[in-house]
């Protein structure tokens, strides 16, 4: 049978579509915020960051949103590659926390041909 | 290729053995830290260390014991693990550890297995 938490979120999209991942942060205290991609047997890869004065911020296909009224971080990836399946982590950082980073529980975007 | 570089790749030790993982970066930076992955799980921050000073431990039993050596160096001395302690350890590192707003840039991990 199946176990309790062992079951990441699941993103599936077609190739060639944008992707949106959601995060919702717990601390309303944080200001800094980066969203990291993690493929199978490697570690997080940094891939945007955003500080809490912005909403939103644009990479090499990537845009991150941030709305603090609700506390959600969204990441989005235009014209999604099969390289880009991977488990998708948001962190945030607490105000005066040092350089502390929580993460959040992660999403599993597949990549369909 | 990441430039932190995590050594060995893959550990499998027994209950009673000592044994450490070591990391290195060279990009300057002035904090590093050490995390747990469970499968499936986010990071979790075990240990920061702000120029070459433990800044911060989140409650890690004793039998981790982390070093920093200079600043470039990071390890994680392993002594009498529980089967629970089986996971990817990971290094990371950033400019420096005291004001946050800074990236922090991991390496590939160490998959480690108490028998």
């Known amino acids: 049978g199946e176990s309790v938490g062992l079951h990441l979120p699941t993103l599936s999209v077609q190739e060639g579509d944008n992707s949106i991942i959601n995060c919702a942060y717990s601390?309303?205290?944080?200001?800094?915020f980066i969203w990291y991609k993690q493929e199978s047997g490697k570690g997080p890869q940094f891939i945007i960051d955003i500080r809490s004065n912005m909403d939103k911020r644009q990479g090499q296909r990537v845009t991150v949103l941030l709305n603090k009224t609700v506390k959600h971080l969204s990441l989005q990836i235009a014209a999604t590659q099969p390289g880009d399946s991977a488990v998708y982590f948001c962190a945030e950082n607490l105000a005066g926390g040092g350089n502390k980073l929580t993460f959040g529980t992660g999403t599993q975007l597949k990549v369909e041909l | 290729d990441t430039e932190v570089t995590q050594t060995p790749k893959h550990l499998v030790m027994g209950m009673t053995n000592k044994k450490s993982l070591k990391c290195e970066q060279h990009m300057g930076h002035r904090a590093m830290y050490w995390y747990k992955q469970k499968a499936k799980k986010p990071p979790e921050l075990m240990f920061v260390y702000s120029y070459e000073k433990l800044s911060i431990n989140e409650s890690v039993p004793s039998r981790f014991s982390p070093e920093c050596p200079n600043s470039s160096l990071l390890n994680l001395h392993l002594h009498a693990l529980q089967p629970e302690d089986s996971a990817l350890y990971l290094c990371?590192?950033?400019?420096?550890?005291?004001?946050?707003?800074?990236?922090?840039?991991f390496g590939d991990g160490t998959r480690l297995s108490i028998l």
């Open positions: 601390n309303s205290a944080s200001d800094y």
């Open positions: 990371a590192s950033s400019q420096e550890g005291g004001r946050g707003n800074q990236p922090q840039h």
